[in-house]
């Protein structure tokens, strides 16, 4: 367990030490680092591989500010600096890909290698017919769960994800929640958690995209053998949404993540390593 110091806040980090080039692992909304314990050792074989705890959440300082992209992008370049790290390849799942997004649109200096997108980032680039903030702020808020204990919430979502539990989401819920008189309390406050999901409705995606210069590779994910073409909440299908992305982009690559669910790093980790394995000599050279 290490952490490191940015001004007044700490920040929770774990490395595995490899000898290849430098790689950050970025979790998503209310997730933390555990999300990455499958695949952090096995990239480790062929990069050096640091996860980390973003603002608000697991072990990391809970500030009530600084929620918006460029002060979480500011937080991963300066960590990224101040751990001494050499042109790093920076991956993102879910809404830690919103973050890389934002972190290679304000790239200037090219200091990051490129960006892996898991399942994240893209998927509300079109904003024709997104949803009203008041609609998204009701359909997505955090349930409230302060009522259980730690081991019911864990037998609940045992119940609930049969096929694919295994203990790397023990460990991710574990981390997600601290006990207090014997109940659950998130780690991401449920205001912080609502100022960040107003920050990835609010943002231009598109405009974003089209300020990266660094290669970027999209890993959507679906749940069968094809690419997904439902349409998600802003009446666009994922497949639309890639495809509106690359277009944007001066460099990328997209790989489909087949027969998986969104939490793809602990439900079939080898996909993201083969396909990240797979870029390290050609994309991300």
Known sequence: MSFIKLDNYSFHYHHYNGDGPDLVLLHGLASNLNIWNLVAPVLSQNFNVYTLDQRGHGLSSKPDIG??????SNDLTSICSKLNLHSPLIVGHSWGANVVIHTLANNKDNYFRGGVLVDGGVLNISKTNRSPWSEIETRLAPPVLTH????????RVRENRKEDWNKAFEDVLTNSFEVV?????????????????????NENISLSLE???SPVLILPVSSDNSESVSPNM?????????NMA??????????????SIHDVPIQNPKLIVDAILQSKDTLFT
């Open 148 to 155: 259980l204990t730690l081991n019911q919430l864990l037998q």
């Open 211 to 213: 300020s990266i210069n």
């Open 67 to 72: 929620y918006d992209f460029d002060s979480i």
């Open 234 to 242: 802003h009446g666009v299908s994922k497949k639309d949404a890639v």
């Open 181 to 201: 008189n014997g109940l659950i309390k998130p780690r991401l406050s449920r205001e912080n958690h609502m100022k960040i999901l107003y920050e990835i409705w």
């Open 246 to 259: 690359m277009s944007k982009l001066s460099k990328s690559e997209v790989i489909w993540l087949k027969n």
